[in-house]
Structure formats: C-alpha cells, structure tokens
C-alpha cells in the first residue's frame, strides 16, 4: 500500500509540472505552489512548484562559479580588459540596482560580476547573483551598452525568477516518474529511454522556452528601469539572426527562435516604454 501511495504521490506531481492552466488551480491547492518574484510591469508572478531549496542551489552555485574563475584566472582570460570590465560592472550596477521591482531580498544578495576573454557569445547569471560575460558576445555583435543591458537583464532575470532551481525540481519529477511508470508497467531500459525521450521532446523542452521567454520580458523590463530603451533588446536578436543564420527548429530547441522572440519583445518594449521614459524625464 505504501509503494502504491509513493507511486500516486509521484505521478501527482508529474501530472501537476505538465498540466494545462485549467488545471493549474486543483494542483496549487493539492502541492502548495508560489511565485519567487513579484509580477512587475510584465506579469512575472507565475506560480511555481520548488521541490529543491534555494540554499542547495545557491550552494552549489558558488562552488561552480568558483571553479569557473579559477580556471579563468589560470588561463589568464579573467577580466583582462580593464575598460570592458569597467563597461560591464557599469552595466550590470544599473540593473541589478532595479531587481527590487521583482523582488526586493535580491537587492541584498552577494552579486559578483566577471568577465571572460573566450570566443562563446554566451553570458549567464548562476542562482544568487553569480555573473560571467563572455567577450565573445560582445565583440561578435557588437553590442551597444543597450543590447549588453538586455543581454545581462536576460541571464539576471533567470536568477530572480529561480529558473535553475524550477528546472532541478522539475527534472527530479521527471526522472522519479520515468522510474515509477517503468517499474509499475514492467518497461526495461528501451522503455525508460523511449519515455525519456518523450518526457525532453513533450515537457521539458517546452519549459525551457518558457522560462527563456519569460527571462526575455523580465530582462527588457529591468533595462527600461535601468534607463536603457528597451527596443535594443530587439535589435540584440536581430544581430543574433544575422550571425547564426540556419537556426534549429523551435520545436527541437531549448529557446524560442530569434523571429519568435523577436515579434514577442517587440510587443513587451512598447509595454515597459514609458518605464525607460521616466528615467529620462528625472534626468533632466
């Protein structure tokens, strides 16, 4: 009987990450569910379910992002450009100044901002406010302080919205449930892959768009706060398009395509405008 319960309680929780909004309610009563920001000017108060803690989380972070810049300052490509680090911590000291707008504690984390010399046009913001931007990013698009505030808004926005810690809880479901239907139907290791393949192409793919659309608003909105014209982030996307050209179907990608983010931030930059334009009447 305890089996059976321990099998119900987990394939709950699978069928509560994977279900539609009408039925996000009944789950939220039955698991408990809240939002780790508040909704801002771009609604960003969708309810989560955390399974694994913040402090796990930021634990781990910090023990990466460590032996990321160990290894950085081993190679000797840890901030060597003093003016590009200088552009950088200006960039990212505005931003993160306007996290309060979706939640106020992250104002007080221990935000640590670096820069790498390597050729990846990639930036990333780990749990807690651990920060790496890639010269690479920089220099290939040739970024404006404006497309580098929408960059670096992105990556923050998915440490303030908990992203990695949704997707570690979400992953355990997951896993949990592929085990559970395999040992109550009597599936092998072919059928735990065959659902596996299912579960990355029908519940965790989609999710990972959602959560990078979600960093896309969130960010714009941290940058028009941060007094930057939101309308760079779209140009940021159509420099992407530019360098990338073939781009991976969206359906088999982790990110929404450039055209797809491209038509939603066009939409969300007229939405937080008037944010920017405030910033620009208090400086005169």
């Known amino acids: ?16 990450l994977a279900a539609p909004a009408s039925a996000k309610g009944f789950f939220s009563k039955l698991f408990g569910k809240s939002s780790t920001t508040s909704a801002g000017a771009v609604g960003a108060d969708r309810e989560q379910f955390m399974l694994v803690s913040a402090e796990e989380m930021d634990k781990a972070a910090q023990e990466q992002y460590a032996e990321v810049l160990k290894e950085a300052e081993a190679a000797k490509t840890l901030n060597t450009d ?10 990212a000291r505005k931003l993160i100044a306007q996290t309060g707008a979706f939640r106020e504690d992250a104002l007080k984390w221990d935000w640590q901002v670096n820069v790498i010399k390597e050729d990846t046009v990639n930036a990333w913001c780990m749990p807690g406010g651990k920060i790496v931007v890639y010269t690479g990013i920089i220099d290939s698009l040739k970024l404006t302080d404006g497309e580098l505030a929408a960059v670096m808004g992105h990556e923050i926005s998915h440490a303030l919205k908990e992203h990695s810690r949704e997707q570690a809880s979400k ?20 059928g735990q ?7 990355q192409y029908g519940l965790t793919l989609p999710f ?13 909105e941290l940058m028009a706060r941060a007094g930057y014209d939101p309308h760079e982030a779209i140009a940021v996307w159509k420099k992407m398009n530019e360098l990338e050209g073939a781009s991976v179907p969206q359906i088999l990608s982790t990110h929404p395509s450039n055209d797809s983010r491209i038509a939603n931030l066009t939409t969300v930059a007229e939405t937080v405008y008037p944010l920017y334009q405030d910033t620009q009447k208090k400086k005169k």
């Open 171 to 190: 992953q355990y479901i997951q896993q949990a449930g592929i085990s559970v239907v395999s040992q109550v139907v009597g599936l092998g290791d072919v």
């Open 193 to 199: 892959t065959v659902l596996a393949l299912g579960g």
């Open 82 to 91: 003093k003016a590009v680090y200088n552009r950088v911590q200006t960039v």
């Open 1 to 16: 009987m305890k089996r059976l319960q321990k099998y119900t309680y987990v394939l709950l929780l699978a069928a509560a």
């Open 208 to 220: 990972s768009r959602d959560c990078e659309t979600e960093a896309d608003n969130m960010g714009t």
